[in-house]
């Protein structure tokens, strides 16, 4: 038969509801769903997915990147090179964050601390109250005590009246418990101004000055030196300049029996030194509070 009278015979054929392309499509991802579910395939996969989000996770949203659990975007795949993909860094890896700290030894009584009769915190405040105020007019006989109103903020405390730094007090524990730490105040009110000056002091649980004179990174301190004092005492003197003129004069003492003293003085009439210099100079130097602080009254085991 004629084609041309066999069309003619058929009529026109209806176009066809199959779409080609798609059994194709459909084709290929069977073949590739058969491959991811084999178990060596899957678990890769797994892998694979892990480490995106946390590479992802890591990087945060860049405004151009992927999204784990999204399609990519179709681009032009760019010609594959030869040579080897050369890694680049992408900064540091949390090994590298990894800082070792110095282990902080642990507080060791001084022996003073074993033979008992010890005073109570409470008692010693007294005492020391007593001994300081006598030592520093030793020095400075023209200097006027008076209350250092801002230490501490919002109880009041005579010039130098030792009280028992952390709160709340613990006044009937002895000299040796690690909460006994002892501090005093006071402003120092001379001829040329008023500056002030004040005491901390606690069983030398650690025997050794800190920081030391060869430590590096004390941009302030302007003088250093270690001494040994009349007694035995380990002595650390410094001087430190700060922002709008502001000095220290300091003193760090370890005494024979225990006993652990810092003492400094300021040109400034209250330490938190607001507005600056209130007196040319501290009102105490350097040796004045070696005298002070080497005392042999000045101590936590009378």
Known sequence: MDKRLFDDA??????????????????????????????????????????????YSMTGDDGGGVIVGTAPPTSTAAPRSSAPATPHPSGPTPADLVTTLPSMPD???????GEGDL??????????????????REQRADVQLVANAMFPA???RGPLEFYQAVEPAYPEVSVCDVRASLHAWATARTPLGDGNIGFETS??????????????????????????????????????DFERGTRKHQVRIIRADGTSLRIHSE?????TGGAGPTTP?????????????????LTLFP
């Open 107 to 113: 507080p060791v009584p001084p022996p003073r601390c």
């Open 267 to 271: 040109n400034v009439a209250m330490t």
């Open 203 to 240: 069983p030398a649980f650690f025997p050794t000055l800190s920081p030391p004179c060869d430590e590096e990174g004390i941009p302030d301190r302007t003088h250093c030196a270690e001494v040994t004092g009349p007694r035995g005492e380990k002595i650390l003197t410094e001087t430190l």
């Open 119 to 136: 005073e109570t915190v409470a008692e010693a405040a007294v005492r020391l109250t007593q001994v300081a105020t006598a030592a520093v």
């Open 281 to 297: 100079a501290p009102p105490f130097t350097v040796e004045q509070l070696v005298a002070i602080g080497t005392d042999p009254a």
């Open 154 to 156: 919002g109880t009041p």
């Open 10 to 55: 058929i009529g026109e054929v209806p176009p066809s509801t199959v779409d080609v392309d798609a059994v194709i499509v459909r084709g290929r991802r069977a073949a590739r769903l058969r491959r991811v579910t084999h178990p060596v395939v899957a678990a890769g996969l797994a892998v694979v997915l892990l480490t995106g989000a946390v590479a």
